[in-house]
């Protein structure tokens, strides 16, 4: 009996290994067909730009984080999330996070000068990655675009994570400096996640901490997490910066968050990200947010 059992346990284990082999094949044989076809949609113009609202107490709009989106003819809606990643390791990220740039500028130009912003509105967030910030000719990208577009670059904020400015410190703050003589700000994303040290955050010329929304997700049933948050606010305070909340998706998280003193939102409970139009007709119509369920608009 004993050896039966052994003899099932091996079985099971061989085909076990089998599933997992045909499993990572399977994986790697999407991941190169992903890369392939990521290739190609720049020039296919298969990509395109989203704008999540962000929102004061008021429900006013302060803000848009513009959001990059794949739809590939081929491969259907692919999560930036998995692309991302795939594009930081294959270099293909230089000419994506230039695009991204040029089409967030763009749009920020036409909503200062043609359609108007409101007063409550203070900037458009565009995310950069690593490979992107780390690259000699950043800040010449920056003012490329900058030029090229004719943008305000005073509402423009660029959004880092604390793993970039760990490396080399002297050249980040340079970079970070140039730009913040353009007037454009920045933001940490995802704070409190990473492993940046609070002493050199204080001597960048930083603007808002994001707190992350793995945090505010359990902001009610770990005390913990509140902690953080709690932590992540009086620190903002003292350092004098902003601090915005993202990934909140309920009225009670944003009531717990505003009594600790964070007046500043992201995330679904407001609203999901907009497609172009629709964050513009925000715009005209001066909407607050969240929407009232009479005028909910097409989101994705
Ligand atoms: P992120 O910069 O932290 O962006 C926030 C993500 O949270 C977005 O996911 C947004 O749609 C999602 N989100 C917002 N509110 C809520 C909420 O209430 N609940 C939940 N569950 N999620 C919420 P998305 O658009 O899928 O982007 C994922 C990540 O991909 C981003 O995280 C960012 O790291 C990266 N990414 C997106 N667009 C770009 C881009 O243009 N350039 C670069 N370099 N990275 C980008
Ligand atoms: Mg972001
Ligand atoms: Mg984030
Ligand atoms: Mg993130």
Known sequence: QADTAMYKAKESGRSGFHFYRSEMQQFATERLKMEKALHHALERDELYLVYQPQVNGQGELIGFESLVRWLSPELGPISPAEFIPIAEETGLIAPLGEWVLMEACRQLRTWQQVVGLPASFKSLAVNISPFQFSREDFVEQIQYVIDST???????????????????????????????????????????????????????????????????????????????????????????????????????????????????????????????????????????????????????
């Open 150 to 300: 004719g943008v305000d670059a005073a509402q423009l904020d660029l959004e880092i994570t604390e793993g970039m400015l760990v490396e080399n410190i002297k050249a980040v703050a340079a970079k970070m400096y140039a730009l913040q003589h353009r007037g454009i700000r920045f933001s940490i994303d995802d704070f409190g996640t990473g492993y940046s040290s609070l002493r050199y955050l204080q001597h960048l010329p930083l603007d808002q901490l994001k707190i992350d929304q793995s945090f505010i997700r359990d902001i009610t049933e770990d005390p913990n997490s509140y902690e953080i948050i709690n932590t992540i606010i009086s620190m903002a305070k003292h350092m004098k910066l902003s601090v915005i909340a993202e990934g909140v998706e309920t009225n009670f998280e944003e009531n717990i968050l505003s009594s600790i003193g964070c007046h500043r939102f992201q995330g679904f409970y407001f609203s999901k990200p907009l497609d172009k139009h629709t964050a513009t007709q925000c715009l005209i119509e001066k909407k607050r947010f969240p929407l009232q369920l009479n005028e909910v608009s097409t989101t994705s």
